[in-house]
């Protein structure tokens, strides 16, 4: 079966963005599935129907891609994937330890990407994930090394900047900040 990474990547999302009961289960997928879009350096690939078991017969239809060969994968849609896998492995460890709140917050950030990557509109791809870090701001003790380094390179910042910006007055998202204290 052909899986279209970046449609399954937002609706992956959309289930953190909603702390859905299956999302574990989605996001178990889309790592396998980005792994090997960015082994294959395609965004749709082949993948064993086992490996989409867990999801529903539903939701399939929202994420099969086409049996052609996608693009070629250029530079910056090779790093905006492995953004993607990054945060999904960040995202489902985040779900597993019951951080509700950084799992919908980063959610519904990091929903939007998809459709950037998959429209090829990455010029200010910096500023998104700038936008991504901010959201993450108010969880960035709860993320793990390689997520903030994910974060802070995205954005085109060095960790000690990405720091110093998470760590400013007023750069949290206020989205969720007050429910980010009560998080644990």
């Excluded at 891609?65 to 896998?85: E, K, N, Q």
Aim: charged share 25%; proline share 4%; aromatic share 8%.
């Amino acid at each position: 079966m052909y899986i279209d990474s970046m449609k399954l990547a937002y609706f992956s999302f959309q289930r953190c963005r909603h702390y859905f009961t299956d999302t574990a289960s989605w996001l178990r997928v889309l790592e396998h599935v980005l792994r090997e879009s960015l082994s294959q350096g395609v965004r749709t690939v082949e993948v064993d129907d086992a490996v989409v078991a867990p999801l529903s017969p539903d939701a399939m239809a929202n994420i099969r891609g086409d049996a052609r060969p996608s693009p070629v994968m250029t530079p910056a849609v090779r790093r905006s994937l492995s953004f993607c896998l990054t945060s999904a492995r960040e995202l489902h460890r985040l779900y597993r330890l019951g951080c509700r709140t950084a799992v919908c917050a980063l959610g519904l950030e990091l929903h939007n990407l998809p459709s950037q990557i998959r429209e090829r509109e990455l010029g200010d791809w910096e500023g998104t994930v700038l936008s991504c870090l901010s959201m993450a701001a108010p969880f960035w003790d709860q993320l793990e090394t390689d997520m903030r380094e994910s974060l802070a390179a995205g954005a085109g910042l060095t960790m000690a900047e990405a720091e110093m910006r998470v760590n400013t007055e007023g750069f949290a998202s206020a989205l969720f900040r007050d429910e980010a204290r009560n998080d644990d």
